[in-house]
């Protein structure tokens, strides 16, 4: 089996290149030694036929996301043909976007149009203690592999969970490109204009509007908590600072390093539009949730 192939025509597959297992139990009855050997037989002729279904395309790799015979490797061997299997079924549809190739359910469905050949290098290689197979130098491929290393399995993980955070947030930003100040800035921009609601609104309905102003206070004081800041202060400076000027002064937050107020667009500190509405919804759809239990409320 080749390691390092330049320019491969590949062929993807979803089915296996073995002989088939009869789902239920049966049974074969045998009247001489010549019946046994031709069933052995025709399992092999059954195998060859799909080989030489594949091999007359001239492949120089081939992918099955089921199992693959010793036969059938012995056959694509001798062709000089690198053959692997059991592929999950995500992974074959991102080779067949990379390579240009079509994933094909029955080898005698082949046809020229289904063998892929935008890759520019296959190898396999070994990373660690295991081996990787790396299809590179792909034309204008549809999909990617990002491989992470890591000391340790926690290590690993915990950078896996890392990436998929930046990439939502990209894929957010490419859905909706509206961002908003980071550093508490926008909670507290919020409750402000609650407050300034709640005081045009007579008698107990305006409590609401008063309890959700303080309850976005939560991250600025926790911004100010968590970096050793006087929290009262900050809050109050920082309440200040949005009721003096809502307009000009609704991008200024805290600072997580310093504890110190500063203009988010100086610090380039932003969030995405999407995330936050999302977040707030949630937020107040799980509070009114909570007290429907045992109908404390009803209505909401």
Same mark, same amino acid.
């Given at each position: ?80 043909? &690198? ?27 082949? &046809? ?123 809050? &109050? ?64």
């Amino acid at each position: 089996m080749r390691r390092r192939i330049e320019n491969p025509r590949i062929v993807l597959l979803d089915c296996p290149l073995e002989y088939k297992k009869l789902e239920n139990q049966a049974s074969m009855e045998f009247s001489n030694e010549d019946d046994f050997k031709r069933a052995l037989q025709i399992e092999e002729e059954y195998i060859k036929q799909m080989c030489d279904d594949i091999l007359k395309f001239k492949p120089d790799l081939v992918i099955t996301e089921k199992g693959l015979s010793d036969l059938a490797q012995h056959y694509f061997v001798r062709a000089g043909v &690198t053959a692997l299997r059991r592929l999950r079924k995500t992974d074959n549809n991102r080779i067949a976007r990379a390579t240009g190739a079509v994933i094909v359910h029955r080898p005698d469905e082949l &046809t020229e149009e289904n063998v892929g050949t935008k890759c520019g290098l296959f190898e396999i290689r070994k990373v660690g203690d295991e081996y990787f197979s790396f299809i590179e130098e792909c034309e204008n491929p549809g999909a990617c592999t990002i491989l992470l290393r890591g000391a340790t399995k926690d290590v690993l993980k915990e950078v896996e969970r890392n990436l998929q955070d930046a990439m939502h947030v990209a894929r957010n930003i490419l859905l909706d490109n509206r961002l908003l100040p980071g550093g508490g800035a926008t909670e507290m921009s919020v409750s402000h204009a609650l407050i300034e609601k709640s005081k045009s609104i007579e008698g107990v309905e305006q409590w609401p509007y008063h309890s959700l102003a303080l309850a976005f206070e939560v991250i600025p004081r926790t911004l100010a908590q968590n970096c050793g800041a006087k929290v009262v202060r900050v809050l &109050t400076e920082l309440r200040a600072k949005h009721a003096s000027d809502p307009l000009a002064n609704c991008r200024w937050g805290v600072n997580g390093e310093t504890g110190e107020l500063v203009d988010m667009q100086e610090l380039n500190v932003w969030e995405p539009y999407a995330v936050k509405a999302q977040v707030i919804k949630s937020a107040i759809e799980n509070a009114c949730m909570l007290m429907r239990v045992d109908e404390v409320l009803s209505g909401l």
